[in-house]
């Protein structure tokens, strides 16, 4: 009995499917000349996020924000005209997500682009699948491997890991520091940022006495501090995400370790402050404008569009917004820039356009794209800041 | 090396063996009952922690922990009534993997609850940038905070077990569960008990080592790791020998970090599961004709 209701729901489907099918395709088809003809057709975006997972505080803000976007640049008539239909997909940061994912906006939903996606392991894993596949990507993660080797169709949008060690270096040259140790996380961004560190530190006469990496997901920190205390080095830097960030400066602390803190530009979030307490004041790290829009002078040129973004974000999702977000921001901001510069909706076009993009003005600094940077910052995009009693501030040697 | 610097090796020993230790006590409650590892000890820890931490907003802090404690204990208990309980010839592995279900479940609970961002308690005395000087080397108070909760948790678990007729039923329960249900003991509610207990605990654990570790939605997996492992080392169903086999751990972590670099340290703490697991099952300290007694 069972079975037989069983096959007749099967046969029931499958029925209604073959007479749906038909009238569905039929439809756009049968509107499609009337809508180009009073408005030009939607073009799709794809946007890969770390919206849950170990990479959620970037994933999150990136994805609240283009949701934001998109709907701004919707009502105020879309791209050149074109609506922006966006597909956020949550890869939860596994690579072996963002490979499915990227396969199936280019190969099924036929994506103009590809933001994201917001760490650099899974972009790396993808960087191909992109390039093969002729679909713009707009990553959101930070790693110089990214845009270099430049890919035809990949592009990213914070800022050089290399020019975040440059800013930390130049610091240290003003203080005098000439002997420090580095602890980096064993995920992609620690990684990274420590071979940066490496590579740069004999250009300003910094010795980096004892390397160290931790696992990502340590809880505590005090051994290795330890180690960095008997290497007698005049300063720290670590290199890593959440929640290590907030850990080294407590345990710093806590076992009287007492020379500056340098971290990378992966602390631009309050909530790390927080996290960390009264111990995170006086670190000292490199950063995009967003956090310091308030008190950039009134001249700046990027003041105009940090704080609007970040005034439309925190009323919007009630929470502080971060330089993470404002990294989606820029992406969303460049392809709709280079839509309108094109005139076109082709991928070739578009790509060519990006490539010619100059003075663009985004959340993470003036955009100057070429054939050789498919990045388009600069060192001058980081302002060196630090922690006041709690609160973000410029630093001042 | 100077003297200062060894011990200040050892108090970091001592640092992350105190969060070992008491991440790895709970294991060992439902383990004594049912001869089950829980998976989802880890989770209890971080839903305590949460919740005292969401708690610590309207409530003094004490208020705040034992609000936490209690809820998670419920929760705890629910949990063994939905999910466990109604399992029809229970093996011992099914109800492991059933555990493991129940961690991701209540992993992507808390994400939904909660959110994914990193929050922590206030220290319980002091600030993050308190410490006490002991031999020219330095430690957090907090630490020890947790070596006295793990030590207080550990003496009222053993009287527990010893010489309260509740208790007692509980180990009849694990020792032989047909028995202890032909001598009147109602089996079932006693496993209910040491998942309310051992929630509980966790509850407690989270909170205590929340200001050191901070809090975050996905960190019950890798506490859970390392306190599985510690609590396989001292011996399952030992609580005193998880205290000392997580002091251990912790110690030899940081002998290794002082010689070699720092990736090593994971790799002496699996060596040493596995030693263990091959030489000595029943564990360093438990005595291994105790071990072979037990029927579960």
Redesign the interface.
């Known amino acids: 009995m069972r079975t037989r209701i069983a096959a007749i729901l099967v046969v029931g489907v499958v029925a209604l499917g073959l007479v749906m099918s038909p009238g569905c395709k039929k439809s756009p088809e049968g509107t499609a000349p009337e809508t180009t003809a009073a408005a030009a057709e939607p073009i799709k975006v794809g946007a890969i996020l770390a919206v849950t997972g170990p990479a959620s505080f970037l994933g999150a803000p990136e994805a609240k924000t283009l949701e934001m976007l998109v709907e701004q640049m919707n009502q105020a008539g879309g791209a050149s005209g074109h609506k922006i239909e966006l597909l956020i997909k949550d890869s939860g940061a596994k690579p072996e997500n963002a490979i499915s994912m990227a396969k199936q906006l280019i190969d099924e939903e036929k994506v103009l682009a590809i933001i994201g996606p917001s760490t650099s392991g899974e972009t790396m894993a993808i960087k191909n699948i992109c390039e093969e596949g002729k679909t713009i990507l707009l990553s959101c993660a930070a790693a110089e491997a990214i845009v270099n080797p430049v890919a035809n169709h990949v592009f990213k949008t914070p800022q050089k890991d290399s020019d975040a060690a440059r800013r930390i270096f130049e610091v240290m040259k003003d203080a005098g520091i000439t002997k420090i140790g580095v602890i980096t996380s064993n995920a992609g961004f620690g990684i990274a940022g420590g071979q940066q560190l490496q590579k740069l530190a004999p250009d300003y006469g910094v010795t980096i006495a004892i390397s160290e990496t931790y696992d990502k997901q340590e809880t505590d920190l005090t051994g290795v501090l330890t180690k960095l205390k008997g290497a007698e080095v005049e300063a720290v830097v670590n290199w890593s995400i959440v929640p290590a960030q907030s850990l080294v400066a407590k345990n710093m602390r806590q076992i009287a370790l007492d020379v500056p803190l340098f971290q990378s530009h992966g602390f631009g979030n309050i909530k790390y402050v927080e996290a960390g307490g009264e111990a995170a004041n006086g670190t000292i790290f490199p950063c995009g404008r967003l956090l310091v829009a308030d008190v950039l002078p009134d001249g700046h040129p990027q003041k105009q569009v940090l704080v609007k973004y970040k005034s439309d974000y925190e009323s919007r999702y009630n929470e502080d917004a971060s330089t993470f977000g404002g990294h989606a921001y820029d992406a969303l901001l460049i392809l709709a820039e280079a839509i309108k510069k094109a005139g076109s909706v082709e991928t070739a076009q578009v790509r060519d356009a990006i490539e010619s993009l100059q003075g663009v003005v985004g959340t993470g600094g003036i955009f100057n794209f070429s054939a050789q940077d498919h990045n388009g910052l600069d060192k001058e995009a980081f302002e060196v800041l630090t922690v006041v009693d709690g609160k973000f501030a410029v630093y001042e040697p | 090396?100077n003297l200062s610097?060894i011990v200040?090796?050892g108090?970091?020993?001592i640092?992350?063996g105190s969060?070992y230790a008491i991440t790895a006590i709970g294991f060992n409650i439902i383990y004594a009952t049912t001869g089950v590892i829980n998976f989802a000890q880890g989770e209890f820890l971080i839903v305590g922690a949460m919740t005292a931490i969401s708690l610590s907003r309207i409530a003094p802090l004490p208020v705040a922990i034992l609000g936490a404690v209690l809820i998670t204990t419920v929760l705890g208990g629910l949990i063994e009534i939905v999910f466990i309980r109604p399992v029809k010839h229970a093996s011992v592995l099914r109800l492991i993997v059933i555990t493991i279900g129940l961690s991701i479940l209540i992993r992507e609970a808390m994400?939904h609850v909660w959110?994914?961002?990193?929050?922590?308690l206030?220290y319980f005395t002091g600030?993050?940038?308190s410490?006490v000087?002991i031999l020219g080397?330095?430690?957090?108070p907090q630490i020890l905070w947790v070596l006295g909760v793990s030590a207080v948790i550990v003496i009222a678990l053993t009287l527990f077990f010893r010489f309260t007729r509740t208790g007692r039923a509980m180990r009849a329960c694990s020792d032989d569960r047909m028995a202890a249900r032909l001598c009147g003991i109602n089996d079932r509610w006693m496993v209910t008990l040491s998942f309310m207990l051992s929630a509980g605990i966790g509850a407690f654990a989270g909170c205590v080592?929340s200001p050191?570790?901070?809090t975050?939605y996905?960190?019950g997996a890798?506490?859970a790791i390392k306190g599985f492992t510690v609590a396989i080392v001292g011996g399952l169903g030992n609580s005193m020998g998880a205290v000392a086999a997580g002091l251990f751990l912790g110690l030899l972590?940081?002998l290794v970090?002082?010689q070699f670099?720092?990736?090593y340290?994971?790799v002496v703490a699996i060596v040493v599961l596995l030693l263990i697991l091959i030489f000595r099952p029943s564990g360093l300290f438990t005595r291994s004709d105790v071990s072979a007694l037990r029927t579960v």
Do not use: C, F
């Open positions: 090396m610097q200040q090796y108090l970091a020993g640092t992350v969060i994400l959110d994914e961002k990193v929050r922590s206030p600030t993050p940038v410490t000087t080397a330095h430690i957090s080592i050191v570790t901070q975050q996905d960190m890798p506490l972590e940081a970090m002082s670099a720092t990736a340290k994971d």
